[in-house]
C-alpha cells in the first residue's frame, strides 16, 4: 500500500511539474506544442514546405518523412541529411536553382503555422538543442499572415532565433521589414554569445506588443527593436498577425559551405510556446 501512495505521488507530481512551469506570471498560454507523442508532428498545428524554397540553400525539404523530421521521447528532432533525393520540380533545361537539378543532394525540414495559427503580440518561446557543424542553419521566426498577398519583405519578418555553423557560438535575433517610403528591404538585430547551443537546451523568446519587439536568450533581453521604427501608420508589418515556422535550412551564403562529415545533424525542440498578455 505504500509502495502505490508513493508511485501515485511521484507521477502526480510528473504531472503538476510540467504543467506549473508552463505559467508565467502576467500571461496567459494559448497555444503550445509540447512535443508529449510520438510520431510526425501534429498536423492540426503544423503545415511543411516543400523542395528547395529561398536564399539558394542546398537541402530539399520533404513533407511527412521520419528521416527528416519525428517527435518521440519528449522531442521534435529536424534532421539534416546528405542523401541524393527527387526534385518534384525539376524542369529540364531549367537555369532556376530551384528547378535544374533532378536530384537534390540533402534532406530537411521545414514545418509552419500558416493558415492554422497566428498571433498579433505575445511572448513566443521554444526550447531547443541546435546542431552544430559548417553550412547549419537552424531557425525558429516568423512571417505576417499576408505574406502571398504583399510578398517579403512588405510582410514582415521576426527571427526570433537564427544560428549559423560557420559562427559557432553565436545566435542571432533579427527583424526586417520594407522601408515604409522606398518599400526597399530593412532589418535591425544583433547576436549574443554562448558556448554550449548546441550542447545543452536553450530558452530561445521574443515579447512583441505595440511598441517593442524584446529578443531573449534563455532569461537575458539582448536585442529590443522599436516598431515604429518600421512605420507609424497601418502599412507597419509588426502591427499586424505573424505565423510560427521551424526549420533547419542547409548551406547558401550566410552559414557558408556544409561540413558533410558532421551530417547527420538534428535540430531538437523540447515544447513550442505561445502566450499573450490577459
Known sequence: MLRSCIAICALSLLLIIPAAAQQKPGWKLVWQDE?????LPDSSKWRYEIGHVRNMEQQYYTVKRKENI?????????????EPYRNNRYRPGSTEWKLKDSLAQYTSASINTEGKASWKYGRVEMKAKLPKGGGMWPAFWMLGI????????????????EFVGN??????GTMHWADTGTH????????????TISDKFHIYAVEWNEKSIDVYFDDLKYFSFATEVAGKGDDNAFRKEFYLLLNLAMGAKWPGPIDDTVLPQTFKVDYVRVYQRP
Open 35 to 39: 512535443f508529449n507523442y510520438t510520431g
Open 70 to 82: 519525428w517527435v518521440g521521447k519528449g522531442v521534435l528532432t529536424i534532421t539534416g541529411r546528405k
Open 146 to 161: 499576408n505574406r502571398e498577398q504583399v510578398n517579403w519583405p512588405l510582410c514582415g519578418e521576426i527571427d526570433i532565433m
Open 167 to 172: 559562427m559557432p557560438k553565436d545566435v542571432y
Open 184 to 195: 526597399k528591404h530593412a532589418s535591425s538585430g544583433t547576436k549574443t554569445f554562448d558556448t
